[in-house]
Structures are given as structure tokens and as C-alpha cells.
């Protein structure tokens, strides 16, 4: 493991304003994960699991603190240059998984070779296709969104999100509402990440049974504790 590809907040707090109250969304959050390494974050609804992957991914800024993601500062980023980051470098898995309807599968999978092309000596045709059979879904690669199972669509999510080998992987409650068999396979994707040296980060109020994380920590109120 090594600290330059990994994940470190400094003191990063997220306060959200709603009408004249503030809502602490994220307080003062100290956490490192190094690179390679596979971390969770444990936390029930409304404790700031979704705003700390947000803040990660360069999605949305802190109110104070600073964000090191894949040895590089965020808010010394230009917003171009954090999309840049996004389209290779760092993977979002999302809880609503965002698929394009009017696309299948392996359409929804390639469609970030519109921001990225393949890296030399990739075939991501290739790639995708291996991706979506991992995932145990290649009985649906002609399938568009609403012809598959709440568990088909993560995982078909999670294909696309890992189709350019991104050095970091977010996932935000990847598990949440899936059957067992969905879940496991999710959580093997993320697993098999790790084992080829991505860092990964997973939020998530849902039991990870299936896989060991190097590092656990508990979210409560935006409050992180190890
Ligand atoms: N855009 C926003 N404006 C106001 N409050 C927000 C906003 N986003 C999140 N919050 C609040 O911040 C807290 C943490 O939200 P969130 O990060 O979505 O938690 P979780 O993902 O753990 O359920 C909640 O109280 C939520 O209502
Ligand atoms: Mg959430």
C-alpha cells in the first residue's frame, strides 16, 4: 500500500444551509485511506455517507478542509480538470446507478469511452464484454434498463464505472436494496479492484459480509470515527 494513489481529508467539513438552519452534513472529517487499499464506511440514513462520496469524487466542494484523491489536491483542481480525473482516474458507483435508458448494457458500459478513449493496447470492447460476464450479466448484454432487475442494473453499473481500471473507486451503498446473489457479486468487483491495486472506498449502511476490508470506520452525524 502506498499514500500517493489513496484518499486523504484534512479536516473537511460540509455544512449545507436550509433556510436559517445549517446542516452539518460532514464535521471536521479526518480520514486516510491508503493507496490499495479497500475501506468502509459505516453509517446509518442521514449521516453523510452520500456527501463524503460527493466530496471525493470532486463532485461537490467542502465548506473547509482539503481533499488529496489520487495524489492531487481537488480545490487546487479546475472544474474541467476534476472531470478529467473522473473519466479515468476515479470511479463512481452511485446508489441510483444513473444508466442511460434508451441505451443496453453494453452500451450503458462503453459510454465512458466518450470522455476517455482507450488506453494504449486496451480493447475496451474486449474489456467491457469480460466486465459485464464477471459481473454475471451477460445474458442481458442486448437489455435495456427497464428490461432488467433492480441487481442486473447495479451491476451493470458497477461494470461501466470499472471499465477504465481507475486507480480509485467510490461506491455509494452499491448493495443497498439488491438480492444476496447481486450483492456478493458487487462486492466481489470491488474486492477483485483492490486485489489489482485500486483503492476503494465503500458507504454503505448494509452488512459487506463477503469481503475484508483493510480499514473500517463509523459515520454518525458527520462525525467519522476509526
Ligand atoms: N443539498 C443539501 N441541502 C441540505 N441538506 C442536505 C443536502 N444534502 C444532504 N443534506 C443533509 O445532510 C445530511 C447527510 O446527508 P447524506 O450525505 O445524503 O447522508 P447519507 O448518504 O448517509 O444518507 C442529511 O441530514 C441530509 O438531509
Ligand atoms: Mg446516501
Known amino acids: 500500500m ?3 494513489h489513496g484518499i486523504r ?4 467539513s ?3 444551509r436550509k433556510g436559517s438552519d445549517v446542516v452539518r452534513a460532514l464535521d471536521g472529517i479526518a480520514l486516510e485511506v491508503p493507496g490499495g487499499a479497500l475501506a468502509t464506511v459505516r453509517g446509518p440514513s442521514g449521516s453523510g455517507k452520500t456527501t463524503l462520496i460527493n466530496l471525493v ?3 461537490m466542494r467542502p465548506t473547509s478542509g482539503a481533499v488529496f484523491v489520487a495524489g492531487e489536491r481537488l480545490d487546487g483542481l479546475s472544474p474541467a480538470q476534476r ?3 473522473r473519466a479515468r482516474r476515479i470511479a463512481v458507483v452511485f446508489q441510483m446507478f444513473h444508466l442511460v435508458p434508451y441505451l443496453t448494457t453494453i452500451e450503458n458500459v462503453l459510454l465512458p469511452t466518450l470522455a476517455a478513449p482507450a488506453a494504449p493496447g486496451e480493447n475496451l470492447a474486449e474489456r467491457a464484454q469480460s466486465m459485464i460476464a464477471a459481473l454475471g450479466i451477460e445474458h442481458r448484454t442486448g437489455h435495456f434498463p427497464d428490461e432488467l432487475s433492480v441487481g442486473e442494473r447495479q451491476r451493470c453499473a458497477v461494470a461501466r464505472a470499472l471499465l477504465h481500471r481507475p486507480e480509485v473507486v467510490l461506491a455509494d451503498e452499491p448493495t443497498g436494496n439488491l438480492d444476496p446473489d447481486s450483492a456478493r457479486r458487487v462486492l466481489e468487483a470491488l474486492d ?3 486485489a489489482e491495486g485500486a483503492t476503494v472506498l465503500l458507504v454503505t449502511h448494509h452488512p459487506v459480509d463477503s469481503i475484508h476490508p483493510d480499514i473500517e470506520f463509523r ?3 458527520g462525525v467519522l470515527s476509526g
Do not use: P
Not at 9 to 12: H, M
Open 57 to 59: 469524487a470532486g463532485l
Open 2 to 4: 502506498d499514500t500517493k
Open 14 to 16: 460540509k455544512h449545507f
Open 83 to 85: 472531470a478529467a480525473l
Open 192 to 194: 477483485t479492484c483492490r
Open 9 to 12: 481529508l484534512e479536516n473537511v
Open 219 to 221: 459515520l454518525e452525524n
